[in-house]
């Protein structure tokens, strides 16, 4: 199987799906003459022509909206933001557009639109580029919202997301694009609402999506040298969430921690974290731990910063913790 | 006030007909809503009539879209949607040309070209911009016509489309209905200048006012600005100065305005207007008149029955229609 990086992942999807069907275009900044801001695009302009290719100006609540308009008329827009932070100022297009045409209208209308780019905390880049946003989207009905965490992930999933008939918003990670995983030559797609056992185990649960999975898996190496046998959960969609398969594993280990990068407040990993408590309560054995962000804007100094986000010595804390484990 | 001479009899009765019907639809949504049979949000169009009939009469209604605010129920109207289906979206009945899930702001038929009533200010002029790129990128021969009031103007929505309609050469045509209030601001207390129209010629797209009380000169201008969108993927900005006799929504007393003004609007109404020049021409009597009027009033009478024996929805209906 062929190893590849995970922008190139995104890129095979773009490619493959640009082929199959002619309706898919894609929109953003700096995505068609400059080959994308994270190169996630590159080779898409000279390929398939400034019709399907097209950069626009930094005016992300038009061209979101455009999109969502074009996707009504029948058009598959992939729309890159160059980072979600900047879609704040375009989420209204999304919200009270793209996720309530439908219903409003009773049906009449669909919205096969994906809204695609890095979220999540990067490196240096100060409060206003660094910050997960999962929750902005997951909280609305309407919308179906994924977080890969490896190159095979995003490739299916992306390739699924551009055929779905609903708005889709493709979270992925700027610490992620060069990451290398196997993919392989023949096509294939990854079905929006599953999640992925990564690693099997016995003895607890750790539950995350995005990014932070890849420090979930060392974590759990870690744990398995100290005698403790871990599940690491990729959630992979966060709307729908799979919850069969979180809870098929927490019913077996009887423990869980939730990773995730955002801040903890009415963030996506505390409402799994209740999920599971309220659905599990007579599974559990220990209180579902959640590591989160520290509950503060990003900082600059890279010292801080790196402590404000979980780390494999923060999930090995609490997964010790739900183990009841912590003094050995 | 532009000549009717060289429109055939029909089309001109066809207008006056259609705006009278919507002031009667509105002052029976007034009146039901007094009633407590409609409630929440109800943005009466008594006054405007010019502008969506002149709009959809200029529209080709095979290709052409259209998109507007939350102020929708005349649009629905010129566009050709059953006043019994939007009386009973207004009641929330099963009925409703939205199946009583959208409300009076979100009147809706794909087919007929009605692509809905937007409640946020503003939030449909990027859509529309989109509509017009995928009609363009179709190369179906339609174009998109954008509607939105005087208080829109100032979001960043109108601003950022207009400048991506004008590089992309997108076959659409911006309508400003301009009724001279957003809620309860005056428009001279809101915008920097006093003439809108020139917000279009900002961006290279070919701007300019149109009387809005005149149903001729909307429908003449919307005409000229579709064909050169059509042909030319050209697009363009129109700001249309039109009144609202009534306050913004129910629940606004509108005190913020004189009466002497609201009176000298009422003396160039568009039916008024309309009328008046059919008289002149013979077109038209007095007593022929009055019967259409008592025909129209019927009309929505019957709405108002449809909407009332009408069935609510089934409340499993609340989570059908969120995912395609």
Same mark, same amino acid.
């Given at each position: ?63 979101? /909206? ?39 209208? /009773? ?34 009905? /309407? ?18 997301? !551009? ?26 797609? !990854? ?9 099997? /185990?016995?003895?607890?649960?750790? !539950? ?67 999920? !599971? ?52 | ?142 174009? @998109? ?39 309860? @601001? ?139």
């Amino acid at each position: 199987m062929a190893v590849i990086t995970f922008r190139e992942a995104l890129r095979q999807a773009l490619d493959e799906e640009m082929t199959r069907d002619k309706e898919v275009i894609v929109m953003g900044e700096e995505v068609a003459q400059y080959d994308g801001a994270y190169k996630v695009t590159k080779g898409l302009l000279d390929k398939y022509g400034p019709d399907r290719v097209l950069d626009t100006p930094i005016t992300e609540l038009g061209f979101t /909206g455009l999109a969502v308009g074009a996707a009504m008329a029948g058009i598959r827009p992939v729309v890159e933001w160059m980072t979600i932070q900047f879609g704040l100022l375009a989420i209204d297009q999304l919200i009270n557009n793209a996720a309530k045409f439908r219903y409003m209208s /009773g049906g009449q209308f669909k919205f096969p639109l994906v809204i695609r780019g890095p979220n999540g905390p990067a490196e240096f880049l100060g409060s206003q580029h660094s910050q997960s946003f999962a929750s902005y989207f997951v909280h609305v009905p /309407g919308f179906k919202v994924v977080a890969p965490s490896t190159p095979y992930d995003a490739k299916g999933l992306l390739k699924a997301a !551009i055929r779905d008939d609903n708005p889709v918003i493709f979270l992925e990670s700027e610490m992620s694009y060069g990451h290398k995983g196997e993919v392989p030559e023949e096509e294939y797609l !990854i079905e929006i609402g599953k999640a992925d056992v990564k690693r099997a /185990g016995t003895d607890a649960t750790l !539950i995350s999506f995005s990014k932070p999975v890849l420090m979930c898996l060392t974590a759990a190496e870690e744990l398995e040298k100290q005698g403790i046998s871990v599940e690491v959960i990729d959630l992979r969609s966060l709307r729908p969430l799979d919850r069969e398969t979180v809870y098929a594993s927490v019913r077996k280990t009887n423990r869980a921690v939730v990773v995730d990068e955002a801040w903890p407040q009415a963030s996506v990993g505390s409402w799994i974290q209740a999920e !599971i408590m309220k659905d599990c309560f007579d599974d559990l054995d220990a209180p579902v731990e959640l590591v989160a962000s520290e509950d503060v804007p990003m900082p600059y100094n890279h010292a801080l910063e790196l402590e404000v986000q979980p780390t494999v010595a923060k999930i090995v804390a609490a997964v010790k913790r739900v183990a009841y484990k912590e003094k050995e | 006030m532009r000549p009717i001479k060289g429109y055939d009899k029909e089309v001109l009765h066809s207008l006056l007909k259609e705006m009278l019907l919507i002031r009667r639809f509105e002052e029976k949504a007034g009146q039901m809503y007094g009633l407590k049979k409609i409630g929440g949000f109800c943005h009466l169009y008594n006054g405007q009539e010019a502008v969506c009939s002149g709009v959809a009469a200029a529209m080709d209604r095979g290709v052409d879209r259209l998109l507007t605010g939350y102020r929708d129920h005349g649009h629905a109207i010129s566009l050709g949607l059953e006043p019994k289906g939007i009386m009973a979206e207004l009641y929330g009945k099963a009925t409703g040309v939205s199946k009583g899930k959208g409300g009076s702001m979100h009147m809706f038929d794909r087919e007929k070209g009605m692509w809905g009533g937007n409640g946020i200010v503003g939030g449909q002029i990027p859509m529309a911009a989109g509509v017009a790129f995928a009609q363009k990128y179709h190369q179906d021969g339609g174009a @998109t016509v954008c509607l939105f009031g005087d208080g829109a103007i100032h979001q960043g929505a109108f601003h950022e489309a207009m400048n991506l309609a004008a590089i992309w050469k997108l076959p659409a045509v911006f309508i400003c209905e301009n009724n001279q209030y957003g809620m309860g @601001t005056s428009v001279g207390r809101a915008s920097s200048v006093k003439d809108l129209f020139i917000k279009g010629q900002a961006y290279g797209i070919p701007s300019k006012m149109v009387d809005g009380m005149d149903v001729i000169a909307v429908l003449e201008e919307v005409k000229a600005a579709l064909d050169t969108a059509r042909k030319d993927f050209q697009p363009s900005f129109l700001e249309i100065k039109t009144y609202r006799y009534k306050g913004h929504s129910m629940s606004d007393p509108a005190k913020y305005r004189t009466k002497e003004e609201t009176e000298s609007f009422l003396q160039q109404d568009p039916i008024l207007l309309l009328k008046t020049r059919m008289e002149d021409a013979g077109l038209i009597t007095e007593e022929q008149y009055k019967e259409l009027d008592r025909q129209l009033k019927e009309e929505v009478m019957q709405a108002v029955e449809f909407a009332e024996s009408s069935p609510e929805p089934a409340l499993s209906e609340m989570y059908s229609d969120i995912y395609a």
